[in-house]
């Protein structure tokens, strides 16, 4: 019988398009450039950073926020509380930090029986990621939040007067939330406070946040000279040694600065 040659018909290459990501894609693209930036990330850089048009920008923003995953602070965006949590960011970002720094907090809440935090940027907020209270310790508005505004605190203040980028975060128009009568709601005025902390090297809010207390704090410095969190004391508002507890307070945060660097 004759050979029969068979012919295979050539390669067709398919021509299907490219499935476009999806809701849950594009949502993590978002994610990942909200956590890639030390700062408040803007709608439009968003945009940028994942080539989303704004309308499917702003809706999935819209969705992480309701689910803690984003959180809208001023005109931009940062990470939410789940998000932090969940990539422990919670945490002051340079390694080894919570081992360096828990001595110096224990030594510094010996020294003023007073309620002592340790504060890291987020967003236009001072996050409190370490907190020692006392039996008698005095009750403020971020008890339960662990965050409070960067502009009427001790902690907040010490953060953006040795942070340029972060203060250029704050609106330059309008005014800020007056929490209290004693709260700072003018930028002018503010900036006023910010060249004393940088002066002074110490940040004080009397009775800014909360009625009834004063605070003191101090910047602590990364290994980069950059600074990274704000070593703080909250006492009452009738204390009348803030001063002293402001040499205590700089002198903890410069050693733990100093730790940091080795």
Known sequence: MPTQTVTQSPTVPDQRPAPQPGSLERGIDILIALGASDHPVTLAQVCRA????????????????????????????????????????????????????????????????????????????????????????????????????????????????????????????????????????????????????????VAYAREEFTEGVSCVAAPVFGPDGRVRMAVGVAAPAHTASLDRLGISVRGAAQAISAALAT
């Open 50 to 201: 994942t080539g989303l048009p704004k309308s499917t920008a702003h809706r999935l923003l819209g969705v992480l926020c309701s689910r803690g995953l984003a959180r809208r602070t001023g005109n931009a965006y940062v990470p939410g509380d789940l998000a932090s949590s969940m990539a422990g960011l919670a945490r002051p970002r340079v390694p080894g930090t919570r081992a360096a720094v828990l001595p110096y907090l224990l030594y510094l809440y010996e020294t003023t029986r007073q309620t002592v935090n340790l504060a890291v940027p987020s967003g236009l907020e001072a996050r409190y990621v370490e907190r020692l209270y006392g039996h008698n310790r005095v009750r403020s508005r971020s008890d339960g939040l662990d965050r409070a505004p960067l502009h009427c605190t001790a902690t907040g203040k010490a953060l953006l007067a040795f942070d340029p980028a972060l203060r250029r975060e704050v609106p330059a128009r309008g005014s800020f939330e007056r929490l209290t009568r004693r709260t700072i709601t003018g930028l002018a005025a503010l900036e006023r406070e910010l060249s004393q902390v940088r002066r002074h090297g």
